[in-house]
Each structure stands twice: as C-alpha cells, then as structure tokens.
C-alpha cells in the first residue's frame, strides 16, 4: 500500500512517500521523522501504527461498498407505484404505448417504435434482443433511439458515443447486467465490434490482463469478467452492415417517404405553439410514467405453451438466429404483460420455479411486428434500394399508361429519374447501380455513350415487408397449443413471396408434427390483441407513389 507519509510539529516537519506494509520502509521513515521532528523514534512509530491502522479500515470500508450490490434507483411514492401498476395492467396495455410515443414527438414510427420498446422490454430475459437503426443521415435515427431510451430508467441505460477496443473488458463485473447498452454510431464501436458479439452469443466477455499486485507490487496475471445478458442499441447510416453484427440485431429502417417529412414539418410547427408548450410538460408526465412502470417489470420465466407448434422459414442458415429473435420478441410481450398473467408454479429438483404464459395475443402481436421488421430485414434489397425500385415501379408505369408504351419498350436515363425522384446524384448512383446488379433494372448503352435503362422488375411483390413461414395465430385454441386448421397457415402457400424476397422454403419438421396434432373443432375467436395501433404503422415505410413524390 503505497502512501505519501507527512509528520509535522512545532519543531519541524518530514515528507516521503513510502509502502507502510514494508518494515523496512516504515522504520526508515521513523528514523528520518524522529530526527527531523526531534522526537522520539517510538513516539512517531506508535502514530505510525494508528495511521496504518485507520487506511486498513478505510480500505475494507471501501472493498465492502465496491462488491455490494448497486441498488441506483431512486423511490417510488405509492400514488407512483399506483399510476405504474394501471398502466402495465391496462387491457390495451400495447396501444397506450403507442399513443405516448406519439405524444412525446415521434410521428409516424409506431411499427419502429413499438419494435424497439420491446426489446428494451427484453433486457429483463436471459437473451435480450438487440437492435440496429439504420437510415440515411438526418432521417430521424437518433430521435428514434433517443425516444425508446427516454421511457426507459435512467439507472438501466447506459449511453456511449463511442467505444475502444479493450472498454468493455474493464467494466465492473455486474454493470452491464439486464441493462441496454445504446451507442450512438455503428462507426463509433468498430474497434469493440469483437466484444459486442461475443457479449451478444456468449452472455458475458472474459479477459486476462498484466496488473501490479496490490501487496507485493510485482506483475501478476488478473482476470476480468463482464456479466450479462445486455440488450444491445445502435444506430447506422451504413448502407452496407458488417454482416457478423446484421444478423445478430433487429434492423429498424426510418420512414423517409415525402409524406413522411411533411408531418415532421407539421409536428415541428406545432411544437412552436401553445399547443406544443402544454404537450411538452404532458411529455415529462409520460416519460416519468413509463419509466416507474419499467422499474415494476421483473425478471420472470416466460413458457410458451404453442412453441412446437409455430412455424419459420428455413431456408437458409442465417434463419436459425432469426428464428431466436422471433421466439424472443413473443416472450418479450409476454413479459410485458407479466402483471395481466397468473403467475404458475412447477417443483423441479428441490426448486419452485414460477412462470407466467405466452398467449395467442402475444403470438399475433409478434407476427405483426416480424413482418415488418424482420420481413424487412431479410429482403435482399436495402431499405432504401427497395423504396427506390417501388419508386420507379410506379413512375415507369405511369409513363408506360400516358405513351402508350409496354414496360420492355419504356427507357429512361439517371437523369430522368432525379428530375421524378428529387433524389441528389450520389444517392441514386448508388441505389440504381445496386439495382443493376441485382437484375431489377437493364442498363443499355446510348447513342451518346450514356446509358439508358429498362425496368425489369414488374411489381410482382406489394413493395410492403412480410415474412412468410409464420403460424396464423387463430389457428390456435385452448391453452395447450392445439390446432383448429393448418391448411390456411400462414406461408404454407408460396404465392406470397416473389422476385427481391426471401423464397418461401420448405417448412421446418415442426409443422408435420402439428398437423399430425390438427382437430376438428371450433373456430378460433378472433385475436384480441391491440387491433388498430400498428395498422398504419404496417404501411409506414412502404414506398408511395412516386407521382406523389413530385408534387408541389
């Protein structure tokens, strides 16, 4: 224990840094004090004593505070608790979030938003989800991010512009723990890419390091250790993803539609107004609200009692890790409803082990959402590659109708399209050359040396995200998981899926296993989870007319 050591009196005063756990530097140091002061030598090594007495208090003091658990989270009055607790137990628990969402500013992400509200839900489950924002600079990502993060406690957030390599390997074992990890930028995690994939797959990272031995000072070898699980939160304006990380995130794309800047606009006028000085305090009453009913989630076990019953696509192996984020998105909900469910009870091994239920509800919620979201990220186009192509679809279709012409015959040049689009030249540069690659679009040669374009593609897909393979929820009945028809599930019929999807593959064993269990019997009531708050937001990141694009 290495100390700056002072001695003073009337007579004089003595300074040295010294060890106090070394005897030889101790009784140095009273030799030098004794004579310097013009005490005696026992005199100054009995104060000695006491000193080194007092720091060993003061450092088993502080070893006891460092290892005690961190309990940060501020009290919650009973009028509090009661406001939290009629929230998480409203029956239209998931529409009420959607419409303070939307009351704290955000307009028009209620898809996006309700996304990354539950895999902040799901930091509470022993595998979190994690997230990734992508969009094209200035679209509105980080107001997404932020938005999500606001509603959660401050005391389970923990927010980085950017990270080192080695960063993540010096936290304190426990700071991590069932919290969200949100970093700015991809970009700025580059160099801790490493550690945050093996903090997603393995739960906890593990480091050995050269440190200096507290009581000896020599060099030892030291352990570092991180717990998790995290949930983890980025933002990108990347168009091409490091694709270790892609698959390991839900990809939530920003709406950047026309439409979509024109209600911003509208939002951002209205903010300036009486009107938007009352929502601001609303705003902090939502923020506080949500934040103390997170606070009242705890970590439960969630069973799926319809498990072996759902279906996924399995046509590929990044399907297997996706497969985990669909499951993981139902319980998710579940666990989001905790206080809504009976809490059960099982005795295995000595142990009781309690656990709420996932629901047909939840099931039907989670469709909703993987569709849109994993519909989406699994299409081989990027977001805005694919909205550009819709784009073109619609303003090549029109031309064609008003000359008369068929598509084949229809040619255009890059010109064109950024006097249809209001695209800048980079950006379409980029799209319309992924697009060439991929097929959708022929370039030819002109007569000028420039090139001119045919659309191949015929809008054989709505444009809209959806995945196929997933079980219809209504087939379901009873609390076991029993099948009412199977011929209606949905992706069991390939239609669906065309050119630029994801191809419908054979389903996995699972469904022979539930067919095999299929019984005649009553239909399904229909599902009864929040009905209209995500029938807009299905829609939002569709590409629009592109007539509609160069108006006004």
Not at 119 to 136: E, G, M, Y
Not at 299 to 309: C, G, I, K, R, S
Request: glycine share 6%.
């Amino acid at each position: 224990m290495l100390n700056e050591g002072q001695v003073r009196n009337d007579a004089g005063y003595h300074v040295d840094t010294l060890d106090v756990y070394s005897a030889k530097q101790r009784a140095a140091f009273i030799r030098q004090a004794a004579a310097e002061l013009g005490a005696q030598d026992d005199t100054v090594k009995r104060d000695l004593g006491r000193v080194l007495l007092k720091l060993e208090t003061l450092q088993d003091a502080a070893i006891t505070a460092a290892l005690a658990p961190k309990d940060t989270a501020p009290s919650i009055d009973e009028a509090q608790q009661r406001s939290a607790m009629d929230l998480l137990k409203s029956p239209d628990l998931v529409e009420r979030i959607v419409a303070d969402m939307d009351r704290c500013g955000i307009v028009g992400e209620s898809a996006n938003l309700l996304a990354g509200y539950l895999a902040a839900v799901s930091r509470k489950l022993d595998a979190p989800l994690a997230i990734l924002i992508q969009s094209t600079s200035a679209a509105g990502k980080s107001s997404l991010m932020d938005a999500v993060l606001n509603l959660m406690p401050d005391e389970e957030r923990i927010q980085y512009s950017a990270m080192t390599g080695q960063s993540l390997f010096y936290l304190g074992e426990t700071d991590l723990q069932h919290k969200i990890l949100a970093i700015a930028e991809e970009e700025g995690v580059r160099q801790a890419a490493y550690a945050l994939k093996l903090l997603q797959s393995d739960g906890e990272l593990t480091i050995a390091s050269t440190g200096k031995d507290e009581a000896t000072g020599n060099l030892v070898t030291k352990q570092y250790r991180v717990k998790g699980p995290v949930m983890l939160m980025l933002t990108t304006t990347a168009i091409d993803v490091d694709e270790e990380l892609l698959n390991r995130c839900l990809v939530l794309t920003i709406n950047e539609t026309r439409e979509q800047t024109r209600a911003i606009h509208a939002r951002q006028r209205v903010a300036q107004t009486l009107e938007g000085l009352l929502a601001g305090a609303d705003r902090e009453a939502i923020t506080e609200l949500h934040r103390n009913a997170q606070r009242l989630l705890k970590p439960v076990h969630v069973v799926n009692p319809f498990a072996h019953l759902l279906t996924f696509l399995d046509d590929k192996t990044r399907m297997r890790r996706d497969h985990v984020k669909y499951l993981t998105l139902i319980r998710s909900i579940a666990l989001l409803h905790q206080h809504q469910r009976e809490v059960k009870r099982v005795q295995h091994r000595g142990q009781t082990l309690e656990y709420i239920e996932v629901t047909r509800d939840d099931i039907a919620l989670a469709n909703r959402i993987a569709h849109d979201v994993l519909g989406r990220t699994l299409d081989e186009l990027p977001p805005q590659t694919r909205r550009l192509l819709t784009l073109l679809a619609d303003w090549v279709m029109a031309q064609c109708t008003i000359r008369d012409e068929t598509r084949a015959a229809f040619r255009f040049t890059r010109r064109d399209v950024r006097a249809a689009t209001s695209w800048g030249d980079t950006q379409l540069k980029i799209h319309l050359s992924r697009l060439v690659e991929l097929e959708y679009v022929i370039a030819h040669r002109g007569r000028n040396g420039t090139f001119e374009y045919e659309l191949l593609y015929s809008g054989e897909d709505d444009g809209r995200p959806h995945l196929c393979g997933l079980l219809d929820p209504e087939k379901l009945t009873g609390s076991t998981g029993d099948l009412t028809n199977t011929e209606s599930w949905s992706g069991s019929e390939s239609g669906r899926s065309g050119s630029g999807r994801v191809v419908v593959g054979v389903q996995s064993d699972l469904e022979n296993t539930a067919q095999s269990h299929a019984h005649q019997g009553e239909a399904a009531e229909p599902v009864g989870f929040a009905r209209n708050a995500l029938n807009h937001a299905n829609h939002a990141n569709g590409a629009s007319p592109l007539a509609a694009g160069v108006q006004g």
